[in-house]
């Protein structure tokens, strides 16, 4: 796990969205989790919208899906977040993941 910079976690401390689960239904449970729903040569992203909010059960327990994470994490980002990665083919991935 890389560490997110005291910055940024504070930012997103402060932001209200990072204190309910990104995936919000009647299986939540636990704490609220951050995670890192990227990694981009062989890192961790820590970026805003590359880190999602998850209750335990969805970041750490049965209820975890990467594919959904990446969704919610992808459909965050604007073309300059994605452009600071210039070899994440992120078209390719959106397509992939079924967001076209």
């Not at 059960?57 to 604007?78: C, E, P, Q, W």
Request: positive net charge; aromatic residues 12%; proline residues 5%.
């Amino acid at each position: 796990m890389r560490p997110i910079p005291k910055t940024l976690k504070d930012e997103m401390a402060a932001d209200p969205y990072y204190r309910v689960c990104a995936r919000l239904n009647g299986d939540c449970d636990g704490r609220i989790t951050w995670e890192h729903a990227f990694i981009y040569a062989g890192k961790q992203i820590n970026e805003r919208w590359a880190i999602i909010p998850l209750c335990w059960f969805h970041h750490l327990g049965i209820g975890f899906n990467k594919r959904v994470n990446m969704i919610i994490a992808l459909s965050r980002a604007t073309a300059e977040d994605l452009a600071k990665y210039p070899r994440g083919e992120w078209e390719k991935l959106r397509g992939r993941l079924g967001m076209l």
